[in-house]
């Protein structure tokens, strides 16, 4: 479940409020929604740090409860935009998007891959291409991460995003060309094919200038 983020309506913008706020521990943020006009806020530093942890790389809906002069407001959340510190690698300031849970969005989610394929069993290397796929679907059914089987995969073969279409229950955004993860052969065969194409190549190369003295 995700972290609760409270949040305070902030009146003074720019560089100088800004700074007192992180100052104090709180960090400005935006939230710009389809229906509403931009709100200027501060969240907690200590709860913010929390969610991000929690979250990791995922794609993930945030409960926010936002103070404006004592009313309580509740909005669905995702974030947008992060700014860092150039060197302490703290949270300067964020955007967030408010979302209708009723229209479909597109996120990246993370991919994870299951089982040993049986191209490694055979000295293959697994390579995996995208750590993410970008999906569209409701806010509310965006999944922690999506699981793919590669124990079927051979040495030399590979899965593609056009393989995938029919395995999850959403849209997927990536081409369908671009691949997902790859079983290459073992790093002494495929020097040794590579040999022996060069091989073949100069053989036939060279059949050619017989013919032609």
Not at 65 to 76: A, L, M, P
């Amino acid at each position: 479940m995700s972290v609760e983020l409270t949040a305070k309506v902030r009146t003074e913008t720019g560089k100088g409020p800004a700074r007192r706020l992180r100052q104090q521990n709180w960090i400005p943020a935006i939230c710009y929604g389809p229906k509403a006009e931009p709100l200027a806020l501060s969240v907690p530093e200590n709860l913010l740090a929390k969610c991000l942890r929690e979250m990791g790389e995922e794609s993930r809906l945030i409960p926010l409860v936002v103070d404006h002069d004592g009313k309580t407001e509740r909005k669905q959340v995702m974030i947008r935009e992060l700014q860092l510190h150039p060197y302490k690698h703290k949270v300067i300031h964020l955007d967030f998007h408010e979302v209708p849970l009723d229209e479909p969005i597109a996120v990246d989610v993370p991919l994870e891959l299951m089982g040993e394929p049986v191209g490694v069993e055979k000295g293959g290397m697994l390579n995996q291409i995208r750590h993410t796929l970008s999906i569209r679907c409701l806010p509310t059914e965006i999944p922690e991460k999506l699981t793919l089987d590669v124990s079927g995969l051979d040495v030399g073969e590979s899965i593609h995003i056009s393989d995938l279409e029919d395995k999850y229950p959403f849209e997927l955004l990536d081409e369908g060309r671009y691949t997902v993860v790859t079983v290459a052969a073992p790093a002494g065969e495929a020097a040794e094919e590579a040999a022996e194409e060069g091989a073949e190549l100069e053989s036939t190369e060279g059949g050619e200038e017989v013919t032609e003295a």
